[in-house]
């Protein structure tokens, strides 16, 4: 338990897994700041779903970056010339968006540096995930060195975490800690394709993990399909 | 020696040390792609720079990615309300911006990746330089790890190297090895607060090691002052 209220930096992207980041961030009593990106994703949803959830959370403030990456081309995510796959395959999926986690992370430092944060929340998960390169625990660790080597704060001997509460958990028991929470997860868009009201396909690689995750735990899944 | 053209990307500020960078990368054989960010800095006048740096080097292409750095502030970079120091004190001086670097390398590694480049060159020095903490070589070794951990590319056994050809050089050495690959240091601009038109204060830190470097190089120093 800590003395007194600290401050973390929590990536939001509006989906399932950050949104129980940002309860279990509250819930260890720090107060937060979510930070959310446009990078040109196909589904303007997961901003809105983002908003709902900062709004929810009583955020110290959601930052909301208007990122170029998506410019750079090469992902499912961000290029409408590539197809979002609509069932499972070998290796890294089309998804995959280069260094994107690199890059949230380094303004997520950037931003911890500035409000004097202590910890940075992630919502990756190397369980029941899409087989990114950038959510392995050997990824996390890498980076944690560069955060305590990067900023001003580190030379004066003050630290910034880098926190993954779900990196082991299946996404069964994400859900079912976000539920003893409190997360509503009918605000929450997982698609990589929804619609701009968060109704979702039900087959993208992001649908079948959530449909997989309620349905091994027992809870109603609130998704709104198209 | 390489047996065939490969590509880099090289982070171009528009200054003395990254214009020198350029230069090397090419003098080592890379097709370039120069990486620049306009992030709320005081001296517009460097984006012309590197503009003008680019182009005289016939670089493949010259990105301009507007960061939001900049909005967090912490900075006597990008925000007015800080001043710029001039003259030398201990510590990190407050033109420090917060994970500068992290953020500009992990764009550099998203721009790598779709490019299917083999290298980031980034002109930082621990030699001659301002004490910020994200210059060391330590800090470069770590993110190095980053970069082979985080990538698509980096699963399929292709690598992306973190070059920095400058980091032990002294300022004079910088300028010397520039002045034998035909860098026109007229063209780069070093000062924290030049004006629209490249006019230097000759006071602030990045001034002062400028010409620290000239005149223990021997060389002219072409710096317009105000």
């Given at each position: 338990?800590?003395?007194?209220?600290?401050?973390?930096?929590?990536?939001?992207?509006?989906?399932?897994?950050?949104?129980t980041?940002?309860?279990?961030?509250?819930?260890?009593?720090?107060?937060?700041?979510?930070?959310?990106?446009?990078?040109?994703?196909?589904?303007?949803?997961?901003?809105?779903?983002?908003?709902?959830?900062?709004?929810?959370?009583?955020?110290?403030?959601?930052?909301?970056?208007?990122?170029?990456?998506?410019?750079?081309?090469?992902?499912?995510?961000?290029?409408?010339?590539?197809?979002?796959?609509?069932?499972?395959?070998?290796?890294?999926?089309?998804?995959?968006?280069?260094?994107?986690?690199?890059?949230?992370?380094?303004?997520?430092?950037?931003?911890?540096?500035?409000?004097?944060?202590?910890a940075?929340?992630?919502?990756v998960?190397?369980?029941?995930?899409?087989?990114?390169?950038?959510?392995?625990?050997?990824?996390i660790?890498?980076f944690?060195e560069?955060?305590?080597?990067?900023?001003?704060?580190?030379?004066?001997?003050?630290?910034?975490?880098?926190?993954?509460p779900?990196?082991?958990?299946?996404?069964?028991?994400?859900i079912?800690?976000?539920?003893?929470?409190?997360?509503?997860?009918?605000?929450?868009?997982?698609?990589?394709?929804?619609?701009?009201?968060?109704?979702?396909?039900?087959?993208?690689?992001?649908c079948?993990?959530?449909?997989?995750?309620?349905?091994?735990?027992?809870?109603?899944?609130?998704?709104?399909y198209?």
């Open positions: 338990m800590k003395s007194e209220r600290e401050i973390a930096v929590v990536l939001l992207s509006g989906g399932l897994d950050s949104a980041c940002l309860a279990i961030a509250k819930s260890e009593t720090f107060d937060c700041f979510a930070l959310s990106f446009n990078y040109g994703q196909r589904s303007g949803s997961e901003l809105k779903a983002a908003k709902n959830i900062a709004l929810a959370n009583g955020v110290l403030e959601h930052k909301i970056i208007d990122l170029n990456i998506g410019q750079f081309g090469g992902s499912a995510l961000t290029d409408r010339s590539i197809k979002v796959p609509e069932r499972e395959s070998a290796g890294i999926p089309p998804t995959y968006v280069p260094a994107r986690n690199t890059v949230f992370i380094a303004y997520a430092l950037a931003l911890a540096e500035v409000k004097n944060a202590s940075i929340y992630i919502g998960n190397a369980v029941d995930y899409s087989g990114y390169p950038d959510c392995r625990p050997e990824y660790k890498a944690q560069v955060v305590d080597l990067a900023t001003k704060m580190s030379i004066e001997g003050r630290k910034i975490k880098l926190k993954t779900l990196i082991n958990l299946t996404k069964a028991e994400i079912k800690k976000g539920k003893d929470l409190g997360v509503n997860y009918a605000n929450t868009v997982s698609c990589y394709q929804a619609d701009f009201d968060g109704l979702a396909c039900g087959k993208c690689d992001s079948r993990l959530r449909q997989k995750g309620f349905f091994e735990s027992g809870l109603v899944d609130p998704t709104r198209k």
